[in-house]
């Protein structure tokens, strides 16, 4: 059966995997701050907040390519970014 609900926490540790996943890459990690409209040393202060959890969330999710490789470099399903960004919103199950 296919996990289908995250603890608050559990969705936090799958959004940091995603901030250090685009961090591998420089490119990867320019792109969301251009597009975040974060500077260096604001996402250094910020790294943790629930909205930027939920920015790195929504990024990686608009691109099945950054999907599958957080999942391979997370070793997580797939479909557990989509999960973690649910319960970080306030929902229960997805």
């Known amino acids: ?14 959004a940091a995997q995603g901030l250090l996943f ?3 890459e420089t490119d990867r ?3 969301f701050m251009a597009l975040s409209g974060l500077s260096v040393d604001e996402l250094r202060k910020t790294a943790y907040d ?3 959890l939920t920015g ?7 691109d099945d390519s950054l999907v599958l490789g957080l999942a ?6 797939p479909e557990t970014p989509a999960i ?3 319960a970080l919103q306030g929902h229960q199950e997805y």
């Open 1 to 14: 059966m296919k996990q289908s609900r995250l603890s608050e926490s559990e969705a936090e540790a799958v």
């Open 22 to 24: 685009l961090s591998e």
């Open 29 to 31: 990690l320019e792109r």
């Open 50 to 52: 629930r909205g930027i």
């Open 56 to 62: 790195i969330l929504e990024y990686v999710l608009s």
């Open 72 to 77: 391979e470099f997370a070793d997580i399903a």
């Open 84 to 86: 973690a960004l649910y």
